[in-house]
């Protein structure tokens, strides 16, 4: 019969796609070792360093994998930029990697896995969501950082349009979408430093890059390659 630790630990899994990180079993009371002492007796499975997942716990497969990038940095992890504009169904846009943003002052202390893209950067309040449990930021914020990193124009149009009959972005968060856009125009991407929570124009060009698409995680492929745009880390707040 399964014990007070593990029905504590299975609770906060089950809304995390079937996964465990061990600063969540710090946080609940629960002394992360029991994690690995489960994972000995076969109750858990050990899928990155910190991360465990509950094997007879159900979770969708790809949404199972972005649950893990998001737990991956000691649940300090967003999912942002390319990854929330396709997690929020914005646009037709296929991300070969994983975009996840992180606190600037977090220290990363294990190697990034190639399907991870990492970006720095500080979330303004209200700027994060959650979807099947999952955190990932806004959809004005994943097209603003759209319009930084040069997503093709086609797709941004695509992205505010479809928030815009959704009514996830609306007044002047639309117009502010619609006027940065105008301004990058078609070629590249452009910086835009946070003041105050808004996103205002500061250009820094770069150039887009085609990326292929995303991988599942049973190592098939999802979509066929797309262009989005050239990753950077988020710029510092002025």
Same mark, same amino acid.
């Given at each position: *019969?399964? $014990?007070?630790? !593990?029905?504590?630990?299975?609770? #906060?899994?089950?809304?995390?796609?079937?996964?465990?990180?061990?600063?969540?079993?710090?946080?609940?009371?629960?002394?992360?070792? &029991?994690? @690995?002492? *489960?994972?000995?007796? $076969?109750?858990? %499975?050990?899928?990155?360093?910190?991360?465990?997942?509950?094997?007879?716990?159900?979770?969708?497969? %790809?949404?199972?994998?972005?649950? /893990?990038?998001?737990?991956?940095?000691?649940? &300090?992890?967003?999912?942002?930029?390319?990854?929330?504009?396709?997690?929020? /169904?914005?646009?037709?846009?296929?991300?070969?990697?994983?975009? #996840?943003?992180?606190?600037?002052? !977090? =220290?990363?202390?294990?190697?990034?896995?190639?399907? !991870? &893209?990492?970006?720095?950067?500080?979330?303004?309040? $209200? %700027?994060?969501?959650?979807?099947?449990?999952?955190?990932? @930021?806004?959809?004005?914020?994943?097209?603003?950082?759209?319009?930084?990193?040069?997503?093709?124009?086609?797709?941004?149009?695509?992205? #505010?349009?479809?928030?815009? =009959?959704?009514?996830?972005?609306?007044?002047?968060?639309?117009?502010?979408?619609?006027? *940065?856009?105008?301004?990058?125009?078609?070629?590249?991407?452009?910086?835009?430093?946070?003041?105050?929570?808004?996103?205002?124009?500061?250009?820094?060009?770069?150039?887009?890059?085609?990326?292929?698409?995303?991988?599942?995680?049973?190592?098939?492929?999802? $979509?066929?390659?797309?262009?989005?745009?050239?990753?950077?880390?988020?710029?510092?707040?002025?």
């Amino acid at each position: *019969m399964p $014990g007070r630790n !593990y029905n504590t630990l299975a609770t #906060i899994a089950a809304e995390q796609q079937g996964l465990i990180a061990t600063a969540d079993a710090r946080e609940a009371g629960v002394n992360p070792h &029991r994690l @690995v002492d *489960m994972e000995r007796r $076969g109750t858990v %499975e050990r899928v990155a360093r910190g991360v465990y997942r509950f094997p007879l716990l159900e979770s969708n497969p %790809e949404l199972g994998q972005l649950a /893990e990038a998001a737990l991956w940095a000691n649940r &300090r992890g967003t999912l942002s930029h390319d990854t929330a504009l396709d997690l929020h /169904e914005l646009c037709d846009i296929n991300p070969a990697q994983i975009h #996840i943003t992180i606190p600037t002052a !977090y =220290r990363l202390q294990k190697p990034v896995p190639k399907l !991870y &893209r990492i970006h720095r950067g500080e979330l303004e309040k $209200g %700027e994060q969501t959650f979807y099947e449990g999952i955190p990932v @930021v806004t959809p004005y914020r994943a097209i603003a950082e759209g319009i930084e990193t040069g997503v093709r124009a086609d797709l941004l149009r695509q992205a #505010i349009d479809t928030a815009r =009959r959704r009514g996830r972005v609306r007044g002047p968060q639309l117009r502010r979408l619609r006027k *940065m856009l105008a301004a990058r125009g078609g070629n590249g991407g452009l910086t835009w430093p946070h003041r105050g929570g808004l996103i205002w124009p500061h250009p820094v060009r770069s150039r887009p890059k085609p990326c292929g698409s995303l991988r599942t995680a049973d190592g098939g492929r999802r $979509g066929d390659g797309n262009q989005s745009g050239v990753v950077r880390a988020d710029s510092p707040r002025p």
